[in-house]
Nanobody, 123 residues
């Protein structure tokens, strides 16, 4: 019932900013918790951050805390990942994911995934 499409990735210089978008279809989107993850080929998927169903609570990985911000626009059925002060180590494919568990889903409870968008940070 839910399809997720990421956009906004690209090439950016270290220290720069990007905003990723995750557009969701389906009427149940606004009851979903949403997470952002990233993964490089041959590497394990890494949790980036999470926002609860209402947008009132966010959690971030230590590696991005203070630099990345997750928000959601319920009217537009869109979740955003604002990435500031980007570092070369942030280079990855970024995925958004949704869970019917409205708050603090466990990893296996993210069941809807986008196709990913590439973020490349150059030095």
């Amino acid at each position: 019932q839910v399809q997720l499409v990421e956009s906004g990735g690209g090439l950016v210089q270290a220290g720069g900013s990007l905003r990723l978008s995750c557009a969701a279809s389906g009427s149940t989107f606004n009851s979903y918790a949403m997470g952002w993850f990233r993964q490089a080929p041959g590497k394990e998927r890494e949790f980036v951050g999470y926002i609860n169903w209402s947008g009132s609570n966010t959690v971030y990985a230590d590696s991005v805390k203070g630099r990345f911000t997750i928000s959601r626009d319920r009217a537009k059925n869109t979740v955003y990942l604002q990435m500031n002060s980007l570092e070369v180590e942030d280079t990855d494919v970024y995925y958004c994911a949704g869970s019917r568990v409205a708050t603090m889903p466990l990893p296996h409870e993210y069941v809807y995934w986008g196709q990913g968008t590439q973020v490349t940070v150059s030095s």
